[in-house]
């Protein structure tokens, strides 16, 4: 089975609104996890009625983030799955006021579920043996320099992931994060 590359995102002023609302992103996380669901799972799990998880289902594929499955899908049950995703961030400049908004919003969205991943790895790094890394990094680079690392760190993302559906045997959920700043927060 050939792996479809994820589709790259830039500027989706509709997606990053769509992710912005904190059920929404609840919702994206259990078909990470599930692979694919229905309302009534989705509702399940999150302890939400199936009118409010089918709406906020609609909301989502409506804005490219998931998308539904035509062969399991039969008349009004519904069957979603995410859509693979290259969710790099565009550069900050060359978005509209618009798009900087929503995108704003949607990373405000992120910023406790990234803390708490941070703090798990503290707690948590010592028993997950070759399951958990860590690596830091400093050095002079060229914007040249810099773009082809990022480049590199998603090329190999692409290459060796699966989805739920494609995984391998002992494969298991991960999360994987790369940010850079400057060492001094000077801009020369």
Do not use: C
């Amino acid at each position: 089975m050939t792996k479809k590359p994820p589709k790259r995102v830039v500027g989706d002023e509709p997606a990053w609104k769509a992710m912005a609302h904190p059920l929404r992103g609840e919702i994206l996380r259990q078909l990470d996890r599930l692979g694919r669901a229905n309302s009534t799972r989705i509702a399940e799990e999150l302890g939400e009625n199936t009118g409010t998880t089918s709406y906020h289902l609609r909301v989502l594929a409506d804005a490219g983030v998931i998308e539904e499955i035509p062969e399991l899908s039969q008349g009004r049950q519904r069957w979603w799955r995410a859509v693979r995703v290259d969710r790099r961030e565009p550069p900050y400049d060359s978005l509209s006021a618009q798009e900087r908004a929503a995108l704003d919003a949607w990373r405000d969205t992120q910023l406790p579920g990234e803390i708490e991943l941070f703090n798990r790895f503290i707690a948590e790094f010592r028993k997950h043996g070759e399951w958990a890394k860590a690596a830091r990094g400093s050095g002079y680079f060229t914007e040249q320099g810099l773009a082809a690392v990022f480049e590199g760190f998603i090329q190999l993302l692409n290459e060796h992931s699966h989805s739920v559906d494609d995984a391998p045997e002992g494969a298991r959920q991960m999360r994987l994060r790369m940010f850079y700043l400057p060492a001094h927060g000077s801009s020369t």
